[in-house]
T-cell receptor, first 110, second 115 residues
Framework: RKEVEQDPGPFNVPEGATVAFNCTYS??????FFWYRQDCRKEPKLLMSVYSSGNEDGRFTAQLNRASQYISLLIRDSKLSDSATYLCVVSPGGYNKLIFGAGTRLAVHP | DTGVSQNPRHKITKRGQNVTFRCDPISEHNRLYWYRQTLGQGPEFLTYFQNEAQLEKSRLLSDRFSAERPKGSFSTLEIQRTEQGDSAMYLC?????????????FGDGTRLSIL
């Protein structure tokens, strides 16, 4: 079983739609949680950290459920520029080695 | 540009050759990481340096792989006797150790193709 599991998609949505991605992780001792975004053939870039109380950054909302070992990302009012692969990432803490899921592809169309 | 810098961007080589990649982290970052990413997968952790000390190596890092960070600044990753399975994107990241959950900043990566 992979340490971080994500639905690979693709999710094809029209502009303006709301889309949600989910992710589960296997190590209950994980301490830090992130969503990264990766454009085709580019490096991953931090989208947002995920906190236990949930957090929001503009159109993006992240939630963490430690009991269920589940992380989510909600994107509201999708833009064409949101088309990318979204990587769910956990870390055991300490120096924060990152453990990535395989990513969920999002395609936003006009 | 003060981001993480990697070179070369692309490397094509024949099976059995040795290759070396370089990573220059963000200057004030003392943590440096190497990851490998294959098509359709997320990056996989390879190794971690705190300053010049290599503190963790993944089981993915066979004895053909060696990484160094001799002065605690730039790092090199060498692959000896390359195999076709080594074809991947090799990503370097750096972060600060000031405070918890410091984000890792990635370089553009070195794409390795083994013929």
């Amino acid at each position: 079983r992979k340490e971080v599991e994500q639905d690979p998609g693709p999710f094809n949505v029209p502009e303006g739609a709301t889309v949600a991605f989910n992710c589960t992780y296997s190590n209950s001792a994980s301490q830090s949680f992130f969503w990264y975004r990766q454009d085709c053939r580019k490096e991953p870039k931090l989208l947002m950290s995920v906190y236990s109380s949930g957090n929001e950054d503009g159109r993006f909302t992240a939630q963490l459920n430690r009991a269920s070992q589940y992380i989510s990302l909600l994107i509201r009012d999708s833009k064409l520029s949101d088309s990318a692969t979204y990587l769910c990432v956990v870390s055991p803490g300490g120096y924060n080695k990152l453990i990535f899921g395989a990513g969920t592809r999002l395609a936003v169309h006009p | 540009d003060t981001g993480v810098s990697q070179n070369p961007r692309h490397k094509i080589t024949k099976r059995g050759q040795n290759v070396t990649f370089r990573c220059d982290p963000i200057s004030e970052h003392n943590r440096l990481y190497w990851y490998r990413q294959t098509l359709g997968q997320g990056p996989e952790f390879l190794t971690y340096f705190q300053n010049e000390a290599q503190l963790e190596k993944s089981r993915l890092l066979s004895d053909r792989f060696s990484a160094e960070r001799p002065k605690g600044s730039f790092s090199t990753l060498e692959i000896q006797r390359t195999e076709q399975g080594d074809s991947a994107m090799y990503l370097c990241a750096s972060s600060s150790d000031r405070g918890p959950n410091q984000p890792q900043h990635f370089g553009d990566g070195t794409r390795l193709s083994i013929l």
